[in-house]
Every structure is written in C-alpha cells, then in structure tokens.
C-alpha cells in the first residue's frame, strides 16, 4: 500500500480542507496586500478620500472568504497600511479597523447564508456606514467635534466610493464564486 488518497477514501476530504484553507489563507493575504496598495495608487492621483479604496479589496474578499478571514483582513489592513506606509494616519486607522472588519465579516457571513453577492455587498456597505457613523460620532465627541456633522462629513465623502464598491466590488467577485461553486469537494465551512 502506497497511502494515496485512492487507498483511503477519508484522505481525500481532509486535503480539499487543507487546500481551501490554503487558497483562502492566500487570498486573505491578497486582499490584505491589495488593501495597501490602492490605497498609495488612488492617493497619488488625489482620489484616495473619496473612492475609499481600501475598502474595495476587504469587500470584495468578503464576498470570497470565509467570515473570520474577512474580518480579520478588514481589521489587520489598516494598521498594516500604517506601519508600511503612513495611511491611514491615527485616529482614522481605528475607525477603519472597526468599519472594514464589519464591511468584510458581514460580506461573508451574508454570502454564506445564500445572499446574492450583489445584495451581500450592499448590507455589508449599509452595515459598515452605520459602524462609522457611530465610531466616528464617539470619536468627534473625545477630539471635541460636532458629533453629527464629522459622522454625516465621514460618509458623504466616502459616496463615490460607495457606489463604485457597490457596482465593481460583486461584477469582479462574480467569477471566483462561478469557480468555487463549480469546484467539486471545495468544502467552504470554515
């Protein structure tokens, strides 16, 4: 006996587990590394502020990974991006933290449950504007802000970036959820 996966039949599940984990592990760091450098791009041509676009890769790995890759991506991205290159700079890197973690948990979690990716990506941007508004609210009222006016400034800024995640965000993830769900034992429960 040879030991391959055509002597025992229970092996061949536990490697398409131990692959999956590889390509989500991969793709987390892809997401992650992407979240980093668009950020650089559409802040060289003065974009950056207003197309958010580090939120473009966390989304867009949310509607692919697993709910705690996701959110761990949205939540390491930012303080990765800080370290390497200066941006986002304190206080916003911790409200980033907060919103992108729930942009990219609630993406997955909304996928997993049979969400159309379009309509995931949707709640999952609703959901996250709703966590800066509240973060960014508490934050204003620690610096001495107005409150409702840095919450309201904070997301009417960010609408082009909006609706471009909105429109490209689940158009780009669309082919790799055809993939996934065409690749016989991709068993995508963790």
């Known amino acids: 006996m040879t030991g391959s996966a055509d002597d025992n039949p229970d092996a061949l599940p536990e490697e398409d587990a131990l692959q999956a984990r590889a390509r989500h592990l991969a793709l ?3 997401v992650c590394a992407l979240g980093i450098v668009l950020p650089v791009l559409f802040h060289a041509v003065g974009l950056g502020r207003a197309f958010l676009p580090m939120h473009i890769p966390i989304l867009w790995g ?3 990974l697993p709910p705690g890759l996701a959110a761990l991506a949205g939540l390491l991205t930012p303080w990765a ?5 200066g941006m986002p700079p304190l206080p916003m ?5 907060g919103e992108l973690a729930v942009l990219g948990g609630s993406a997955s979690v909304l996928r997993r449950m049979g969400t159309p990716a379009a309509v995931a990506a949707w709640l999952a941007i609703v959901l996250r504007v709703m ?3 509240v973060l960014t609210v508490a934050l204003a009222r620690v610096l001495n802000l107005p409150p409702a006016g840095v919450g309201i400034a ?3 800024a960010g609408l082009p970036g909006i609706v471009l995640q909105a429109v490209l965000v689940p158009a780009a993830a669309a082919p790799f959820g055809r993939a ?5 034992g991709d068993t995508d429960t963790h």
Do not use: K
């Not at 890197?93 to 933290?97: H, K, L, Q, R, T």
């Not at 996934?180 to 016989?184: G, I, Q």
């Open 81 to 85: 991006s800080m370290l390497l290159t």
């Open 154 to 156: 904070s997301v009417a």
């Open 93 to 97: 890197a911790i409200i980033m933290c």
């Open 62 to 64: 949310g509607l692919l």
């Open 180 to 184: 996934r769900a065409s690749h016989t």
């Open 28 to 30: 987390a760091g892809l």
């Open 131 to 133: 966590v800066t508004l």
